[in-house]
């Protein structure tokens, strides 16, 4: 089970001909992709009813990864944030069987303390079993004491590109599944990857032999529709729908 999209669901002009005519944005999206990745919720709350109509309005086997707040991630820097996790887990849970993955990502100053670490994980555990993927960005977090503490909590650390450090490309921690996110490259957000790199990218996904879920997110110029669309091409009978 490999599942292809975007982060958010904007269909840009370029592949605008791939995608059904009828519909809203979001209904378009889904009948192409099998997932989506809101950022959005990063940046600000959503009601739970806006996930419920998100939910709603896509087929029975799209699924969506949801981004947790930087409140927590970025200015609690992961210690307290008690109140807003509570809330943030209340409202996504109106996507009911459409929620997948749970996205962790860390700011790139945010070393690995295992004092720190621990008690939030912990503390998102009593409250949230499902799946959840940790995006780390400085370097400590890909040595093997984090990387075990990720495993123990059923954590699957993201392969991101490009990577801020070697171990960064690897998926990591808890291997039940793994999670891609594509920002871009050389320039983030901006560079397309194209075919060369996204057979290769296929040929990985195919190596690993486990679920995955794989995001493109370099959208600035509308090259993430585009490379999606080429790698679920590409997996064929592999990726989902």
């Known amino acids: 089970m490999i599942r292809v999209g975007t982060a958010g669901w904007s269909i840009p002009r370029a592949v605008a001909d791939r995608f059904p005519t009828e519909?809203?944005?979001?209904?378009?999206?889904?009948a192409r992709f099998s997932f989506a990745e809101i950022n959005t919720s990063f940046y600000r709350p959503h009601q739970r009813k806006t996930y419920e109509r998100w939910a709603a309005t896509t087929p029975d086997g799209f699924r969506f990864a949801v981004k947790l707040p930087k409140a927590i991630t970025h200015e609690a820097r992961l210690i307290g944030g008690e109140a807003i996790l509570e809330r943030f887990l209340d409202?996504?849970?109106?996507?009911g069987a459409k929620r997948g993955p749970v996205l962790i990502q860390l700011p790139p100053s945010l070393v690995f303390e295992p004092a720190v670490a621990e008690p939030f994980l912990t503390l998102l555990r009593d409250r949230y079993d499902g799946d959840t993927a940790l995006e780390p960005r400085h370097a400590s977090w890909f040595k093997a004491d984090a990387d075990a503490m990720l495993v123990r909590f059923r954590i699957a650390r993201v392969a991101a590109?490009?990577?801020?450090?070697s171990a960064a490309v690897l998926s990591g921690g808890f291997a039940g599944f793994s999670y891609h996110r594509l920002h871009?490259?050389?320039?983030?957000?901006r560079s397309a990857y194209g075919p060369e790199r996204v057979a290769a990218l296929a040929a990985t996904l195919i190596a690993e032999a486990r679920p995955a879920w794989v995001v493109f997110d370099n959208t600035t110029l509308g090259h993430a529709a585009d490379d999606a669309l080429m790698l679920a091409d590409r997996l064929g009978a592999a990726a989902l729908p």
């Open 161 to 165: 590109d490009p990577a801020r450090t």
């Open 91 to 95: 409202e996504m849970a109106g996507l």
């Open 23 to 30: 519909g809203s944005g979001l209904q378009r999206y889904a």
């Open 184 to 189: 871009g490259s050389p320039v983030m957000y």
